[in-house]
Protein backbone atom coordinates (compact mmCIF):
# COMPACT_ATOMS: atom_id res chain seq x y z
CA UNK A 1 0.00 0.00 0.00
CA UNK A 2 1.53 3.24 -1.07
CA UNK A 3 0.93 6.51 1.32
CA UNK A 4 0.49 9.73 0.67
CA UNK A 5 -0.47 13.24 1.64
CA UNK A 6 -1.54 15.34 -1.35
CA UNK A 7 -2.08 14.46 -5.04
CA UNK A 8 0.68 16.35 -5.78
CA UNK A 9 3.04 13.76 -4.21
CA UNK A 10 0.80 10.86 -5.52
CA UNK A 11 2.06 12.51 -9.29
CA UNK A 12 5.38 12.93 -7.87
CA UNK A 13 5.72 9.34 -7.21
CA UNK A 14 3.99 8.12 -10.03
CA UNK A 15 6.31 10.23 -12.21
CA UNK A 16 9.50 8.67 -9.97
CA UNK A 17 8.05 5.63 -10.47
CA UNK A 18 7.60 5.27 -14.39
CA UNK A 19 11.17 6.58 -14.17
CA UNK A 20 12.45 3.51 -12.03
CA UNK A 21 14.19 6.36 -9.83
CA UNK A 22 14.64 5.12 -6.32
CA UNK A 23 13.13 7.18 -3.40
CA UNK A 24 12.00 7.04 0.16
CA UNK A 25 9.25 9.22 1.70
CA UNK A 26 9.34 10.58 4.50
CA UNK A 27 12.09 8.70 5.85
CA UNK A 28 14.53 11.69 6.87
CA UNK A 29 14.14 13.78 10.12
CA UNK A 30 16.34 17.40 10.00
CA UNK A 31 16.37 19.37 12.60
CA UNK A 32 16.65 23.20 11.37
CA UNK A 33 16.14 26.36 12.45
CA UNK A 34 13.11 28.05 12.39
CA UNK A 35 13.56 32.19 11.48
CA UNK A 36 9.45 32.86 11.35
CA UNK A 37 8.99 31.40 14.78
CA UNK A 38 12.16 31.77 16.42
CA UNK A 39 12.23 27.77 17.49
CA UNK A 40 14.35 24.61 16.47
CA UNK A 41 11.97 22.53 14.54
CA UNK A 42 12.37 18.99 12.94
CA UNK A 43 11.46 19.09 9.00
CA UNK A 44 10.47 15.96 7.70
CA UNK A 45 11.03 16.05 4.03
CA UNK A 46 8.84 14.83 1.51
CA UNK A 47 11.03 12.67 -0.25
CA UNK A 48 14.73 11.12 -0.58
CA UNK A 49 16.47 10.43 -3.71
CA UNK A 50 19.49 8.70 -2.60
CA UNK A 51 21.45 8.06 -5.69
CA UNK A 52 21.44 11.95 -6.08
CA UNK A 53 21.33 12.57 -2.47
CA UNK A 54 18.12 15.00 -3.13
CA UNK A 55 15.74 16.06 -1.23
CA UNK A 56 12.64 16.86 -3.02
CA UNK A 57 9.62 19.42 -1.69
CA UNK A 58 6.45 18.87 -3.05
CA UNK A 59 3.97 21.72 -2.56
CA UNK A 60 1.28 23.12 -3.40
CA UNK A 61 0.50 27.26 -3.57
CA UNK A 62 -1.55 26.93 -0.32
CA UNK A 63 0.78 24.41 1.99
CA UNK A 64 4.08 26.49 0.51
CA UNK A 65 5.83 29.36 3.07
CA UNK A 66 8.87 30.54 1.26
CA UNK A 67 10.67 31.73 4.43
CA UNK A 68 10.14 27.99 6.43
CA UNK A 69 11.31 26.24 3.55
CA UNK A 70 14.19 28.58 2.67
CA UNK A 71 15.13 27.48 6.30
CA UNK A 72 14.82 24.16 5.44
CA UNK A 73 16.63 24.24 2.34
CA UNK A 74 19.54 26.23 3.97
CA UNK A 75 19.85 23.46 6.28
CA UNK A 76 19.44 20.70 3.77
CA UNK A 77 22.60 22.42 1.85
CA UNK A 78 24.37 22.80 4.62
CA UNK A 79 24.32 19.08 5.46
CA UNK A 80 25.50 18.33 1.88
CA UNK A 81 22.12 17.70 0.59
CA UNK A 82 20.72 18.68 -3.21
CA UNK A 83 17.51 20.12 -3.11
CA UNK A 84 14.34 20.40 -5.04
CA UNK A 85 11.00 22.40 -4.69
CA UNK A 86 8.30 21.21 -6.96
CA UNK A 87 5.53 24.12 -6.23
CA UNK A 88 2.32 23.35 -8.33
CA UNK A 89 4.03 21.00 -10.52
CA UNK A 90 6.74 22.99 -11.19
CA UNK A 91 10.29 22.13 -10.30
CA UNK A 92 12.96 24.59 -8.81
CA UNK A 93 16.19 23.98 -7.23
CA UNK A 94 15.91 27.53 -4.72
CA UNK A 95 12.57 28.86 -3.22
CA UNK A 96 10.36 31.26 -5.24
Excluded: W
Excluded at 58 to 79: A, F, G, P, W
Amino acid sequence: MCHYRSTYELDYMKELDAQFIPYDYEALKIPYFDSTKNTMRTAIPDFYLPETKTIVEVKSIHTYERQNMIDRSCEYKRLGFNFLLILEHIEFDYCV
